[in-house]
């Protein structure tokens, strides 16, 4: 009991660890989002979750007036894991407070990214959380690995949401006792392997450690993972039609190796599924390809921007709403 005691007393003293820490979700199809009202040890300032569970300051749940809202989803490339306070999202309010394509309007961008989540996660959040705010416009992002299955923590249904009341007493006492949550933190690539693949993909579908053949398999157009995830893909250009809320569908390449052969095909196919649904797509593939994807890569990690990536998407991403007027009608 000493020893632990100190180690709580030792760990109390220094900042809440790097990083926005998760909690099972209660939305029915989504594995967890991100502890509310926390702020979190960063080397040029704290990072900050709001009250909604998304990165950033708060905000009110009805719109200002002349505000457009636009929220962003997405996995950790939306969240701007390394770059979370100069991320594209951010860079993307800066330019619209400097210059608004609506003039008398105020665009308020909302970095609502969460670590590993997919497509089919990001729609029912979009569907029976977001939707609360009334956005005027969804922007998506898609990393090559979305079409696999969420992450379930232990004891969740993740089809009801509900979580087993003595796991829910173990995430109330982890919240608050920093030891459990450091020994949480430092086991959890051992809990990964002690689940197997099976909690996330089959095994004789993809292989998880082969990156362009998990990526290809994960595209197949007649397998398990491509056709859960066009189904969640068609659900989202329904409630664009009913909520008459425009989708722009951004799609990150992996970049590292960037030129591998099929992955073109799969960029094109996800594309073309999503312009079928209804929904814009911005295929970022021909964009990274000119700017040499090896320059705007975070060190070895075949997944994350730099902060060179980070800009060039946030050019892009303007380029592309200013020149389109479909995406701008507001809700």
């Known amino acids: 009991m000493i020893p632990f005691l100190l180690l709580e007393a030792w760990l109390r003293t220094g900042p809440i660890r790097y990083g926005p820490e998760s909690i099972p979700s209660s939305i029915p199809g989504v594995a967890y989002t991100y502890v509310p009202n926390k702020d979190y040890f960063h080397p040029v300032k704290p990072i900050h979750v709001n009250k909604w569970g998304t990165l950033g300051e708060d905000f009110p749940e009805k719109k200002d007036p002349g505000e457009f809202r636009v929220i962003v989803v997405g996995d950790s490339i939306v969240l701007s894991q390394h770059y979370f306070h100069t991320g594209f999202v951010k860079t993307l309010q800066k330019k619209f407070d400097a210059d608004s394509p609506l003039p008398g309007r105020k665009f308020r961008f909302i970095q609502a990214g969460i670590a590993s989540h997919g497509t089919c996660q990001e729609k029912q959040l979009i569907k029976h959380f977001y939707d609360g705010f009334a956005p005027d416009l969804i922007v998506m992002g898609y990393a090559v690995n979305d079409t696999e299955g969420p992450r379930v923590p232990f004891a969740l249904d993740i089809n009801t949401g509900k979580l087993k009341w003595w796991a829910w007493f173990w995430h109330f006492i982890k919240n608050r006792v920093r030891t459990l949550k450091w020994i949480k933190h430092h086991a959890s690539p051992l809990i990964v392997r002690l689940r197997g693949p099976s909690e996330v993909v089959a095994p004789k579908e993809a292989d998880p450690t082969d990156d362009v053949n998990y990526v290809l398999n994960?595209?197949?157009?007649?397998?398990?993972?491509?056709?859960?995830?066009?189904?969640?893909?068609?659900?989202?250009?329904?409630?664009?039609?009913?909520?008459?809320?425009?989708?722009?569908?951004?799609?990150?390449?992996?970049?590292?190796?960037?030129?591998?052969?099929?992955?073109?095909?799969?960029?094109?196919?996800v594309e073309k599924t999503v312009r079928e649904s209804g929904l814009t797509p911005l295929n970022l593939y021909p964009v990274f390809d000119a700017a040499n994807a090896d320059e705007i890569m975070h060190g070895v990690d075949p997944m994350h921007l730099n902060q060179e990536g980070h800009d060039l998407v946030a050019k892009e991403l303007g380029r592309v709403l200013r020149s389109n007027p479909a995406l701008l009608i507001g809700r």
């Open 218 to 269: 994960m595209h197949k157009p007649a397998g398990g993972f491509w056709t859960r995830w066009k189904s969640c893909v068609g659900e989202l250009g329904e409630y664009q039609k009913e909520k008459k809320t425009p989708i722009l569908f951004a799609i990150f390449p992996m970049l590292r190796p960037f030129h591998a052969e099929g992955l073109t095909d799969a960029y094109d196919r």
